[in-house]
């Protein structure tokens, strides 16, 4: 409860027209025994600070519904277009999923709405994605933990300049109810919802929905429980959630040889998205064994050297090890530059340190603590690499692919996410950094009508 307070707070302290134009809908699953409390409470406090404010409840038990996000998002949306259609506003109202912990950077909706204004021609086959981090209590989390966050955070960030390649949304997107309405929606039945929407968008408007980014990041909280072994016992249930992305590459296949309308696309633009949906999940499914083990095998000959100086053997394997090392070093040089960068990410959207960073610490502290940092990451990297990859992509998405290939039985596992630690959450309440925080019961959606008006 704490949290979903301190998000709705966060959005009016952080977004200049939530009186006019933003209505969150608490999207809540009906299973839940204190759902309602919840809400009236919610609304009685933020009443005023808001347009409006919907609830929905998702029944349990519906057919072709699979308990999670992408099913209580279906009937949402549901609820959202009839209310948009009774207000008139359906033809102007733009739709943003984000998760429960999603900290979205101060003047996320303006940009959102200008872009919509703006791209009168593809506004409706668009849909925005702001680069996702991790990053919030990233100095809370076991050694694991970060490095999984790490590689993740620096990988959205990339994706979101790479101009060249297929982008996939991402856990937090926005788009038209146009578009939602067009496609029919969400589907009830997977666990994917962000890259089965977008694929489904793709397939039903002929190729014409496009992603384009937002260059405001939105940082979410990493996994963490009450004790170390706990938060990395969640993690796992997380890992193996984002696993079952892998049967979407089955689907999409299956798509691209059955569907008519496949040749209505360039074939560069299928080709690109199959490359994009499957690389990710292979990429994740097989980089242990060329990147995981490497490290893992020069780490522990590095202690076996330490601990047997004068051993031959010890000597023998290290000399047989050199294309390994070579492997480590060459990876490592992007890996120090994409850390330098990140750094700022790090410290100016952490809870701990944003407030500091972003407006006490001198110019030179702040290059010293960044170089600091990446020495430290560095390190850890060397040392936990492997592990992490080993438990967190690679064994998840082997059980999901082979789940996938005997039976269909999926299901949503949902993990700890850390809680708000009080007063530190304004933090990131500061000059250029400003945040708002989205929460779920299990989604909250945050529409934004009237649009045209801000023109």
């Not at 429960?100 to 996320?108: E, H, P, Q």
């Amino acid at each position: 409860m704490e949290i979903l307070e301190q998000t709705l707070q966060n959005i009016v302290d952080t977004c200049g027209m939530t009186k006019t134009h933003i209505i969150p809908v608490l999207a809540m699953e009906e299973r839940e025994v204190d759902g309602p409390a919840k809400a009236a409470s919610l609304i009685q406090q933020f009443k005023e600070e808001f347009k409006e404010i919907l609830v929905t409840y998702h029944p349990p038990n519906l057919p072709f519904d699979v308990p999670g996000k992408s099913s209580n998002e279906r009937w949402a949306a549901k609820i959202v277009e009839k209310h948009a259609i009774a207000k008139q506003h359906d033809e102007t109202t733009i739709v943003t999923i984000c998760d429960a912990d999603s900290l979205f950077t101060r003047n996320y909706f303006e940009c959102l709405t200008a872009k919509y204004c703006l791209d009168i021609k593809d506004r409706d086959y668009t849909i925005h994605q702001a680069p996702i981090m991790h990053y919030h209590n990233l100095f809370d989390v076991p050694l694991f933990t970060k490095i999984v966050t790490l590689v993740v955070s620096m990988h959205e960030i990339a994706a979101a300049s790479a101009t060249y390649e297929e982008r996939v949304p991402f856990s937090t997107y926005s788009l038209s109810l146009k578009l939602a309405q067009e496609v029919g929606g969400w589907d009830g039945d997977v666990i994917p919802e962000d890259w089965h929407m977008y694929i489904k968008c793709v397939m039903k408007t002929n190729g014409r929905t496009t992603i384009k980014p937002i260059y405001l990041p939105v940082s979410n909280y990493s996994v963490q429980a009450n004790t170390y072994w706990e938060s990395c016992k969640e993690r796992w249930l997380q890992a193996k959630r984002h696993a079952w992305g892998i049967s979407e590459i089955p689907h999409y296949l299956g798509l691209l040889l059955t569907d008519p309308t496949v040749k209505k696309r360039p074939l560069l633009r299928n080709l690109k998205l199959f490359y994009k949906i499957s690389s990710l999940h292979v990429l994740a499914g097989t980089q242990w064994f060329y990147f995981g083990m490497a490290s893992m095998f020069c780490t522990i000959l590095g202690v076996c050297k330490f601990v047997y100086p004068e051993s031959a053997y010890i000597d023998e394997l290290i000399q047989w090890s050199k294309p390994f090392q070579i492997i480590n070093l060459i990876s490592l040089v992007p890996i120090v530059f994409g850390l330098y960068q990140n750094t700022h990410l790090m410290l100016g959207y952490s809870q701990q340190y944003a407030k500091a960073y972003n407006k006490e610490w001198s110019t030179s502290r702040k290059l010293i603590t960044r170089i600091g940092l990446v020495f430290y990451f560095c390190i850890i990297w060397n040392i936990g690499f492997g592990p992490a990859v080993l438990f967190f992509t690679y064994i998840p998405t082997l059980i999901a692919a082979v789940k996938l290939i005997f039976h269909d039985n999926i299901k949503y596992d949902v993990a700890t996410k850390a809680t708000s630690h009080g007063s530190n959450l304004d933090a990131m309440i500061d000059s250029d950094d400003d945040s708002e925080v989205n929460i779920d019961v299990d989604l909250l959606e945050v529409s934004s009508d009237e649009v045209d008006d801000l023109v």
